[in-house]
């Protein structure tokens, strides 16, 4: 399969709202995992098999979230990601970092306020 490449998006200021329950999981199509990673719990944003990969000024926010929404933003298997200017919290009642990026080769973070970003598995 071919990674996505060079994406950017710029300007977003994401909110997000309602109920993430097993509704949401029922409804996911095969292969589930291709979205939620190795779970049904959502995240804001989703990237996996990536290549140059950019957020600018982006935001996401969480207005009147409820059930098992994961992280703003997580990312897995990504050459190159840069998330420059990104304001971001984790999902309320979530225990999952604001940011989680794992198997990342070439992370950029720069002035970006997430709190403290779990990060696995990055060269």
Known sequence: ????????ISDLDLTLTGE??????AGMPYPLYCWA???????????RHGRGIRLHDTQVRWDR???????AVRA??????DLDSLVASQAP?????????SDIHGLSL??????????????
């Open 1 to 8: 399969s071919l990674p996505i490449r060079d994406i950017r």
């Open 65 to 71: 979230a409820s059930g098992p929404w994961q992280s």
């Open 76 to 81: 897995e298997f990504v050459e190159n990601l």
């Open 37 to 47: 990673s190795a779970s049904p719990s959502p995240h804001g944003i989703f990237v």
């Open 93 to 101: 009642g979530s225990t999952a970092a604001a940011v989680h990026v």
């Open 110 to 123: 720069r002035h970006c306020n997430v709190g403290l970003p779990q990060c696995d598995n990055v060269t």
């Open 20 to 25: 993430a329950d097993g509704r949401f999981a």
